[in-house]
């Protein structure tokens, strides 16, 4: 059963508004001494499992204008949520979190105003990878198992960096490349 395009009310909306309901409670388990955390972990795990069943759901029933909307939006308060709170705690370095908070909020300025014009802008095959890359960045500095392996958890955060950066890049390229273009171009 197919959904409306406009429909606000669906099983993968709601699935997503759960997801930024429910992420200040993981940043409240983000433990304030370093080491890491299981309970925080396995919060962070499922927050992020949640991405793809919506995704699926969203798929398999219909994508619509507010979930591509929502969707980004959570994934954003989601992993930029859990990297400040890691940067309160001393976890995380300042340097590369304002890096990625600062592309996220141009490319969502940009899909803002691209999709008030009825251009549509699903993410890249890039952009998904560097947000893989965040959240195994975020899961290993969570998890005890690897807390105390530093180089592991920051080399994923800086590689999180590069794909950022990256995915950022070729969002400008093709914002520049398909100016003038009609809706939908992109």
């Given at each position: 059963m197919s959904v409306d395009p406009s429909a606000l009310?669906?099983?993968?909306?709601?699935?997503t508004v759960g997801r930024l309901v429910v992420s200040p409670l993981l940043f409240t388990v983000?433990?304030?001494a370093p080491g890491?955390?299981?309970v925080a972990l396995a919060a962070w795990f499922v927050l992020c499992a949640s991405d793809g069943f919506d995704g699926f759901l969203a798929r398999r029933h219909?994508?619509?204008r507010s979930g591509a909307f929502l969707d980004p939006l959570a994934d954003?308060?989601?992993v930029l949520g859990a990297m400040f709170t890691l940067v309160s705690r001393g976890v995380f370095w300042m340097l590369p979190v304002v890096i990625i908070t600062a592309r996220e909020v141009i490319v969502s300025v940009y899909r803002v105003l691209a999709g008030a014009k009825g251009v549509s802008m699903p993410a890249s095959r890039t952009a998904k990878v560097k947000t893989l890359s965040q959240q195994l960045?975020?899961?290993?500095?969570l998890m005890p198992l690897t807390f105390d392996e530093r180089w592991l958890w920051?080399?994923?955060?800086w590689l999180a960096v590069a794909l950022t950066l990256?995915?950022?890049a070729q969002y400008a390229w093709k914002a520049v490349t398909t100016r003038g273009r009609p809706a939908g171009a992109l």
């Open positions: 009310v669906t099983w993968a909306n709601a699935v983000i433990p304030v890491g955390s299981w219909g994508i619509t954003k308060v989601l960045a975020v899961a290993g500095a920051l080399s994923l955060l990256l995915s950022g």
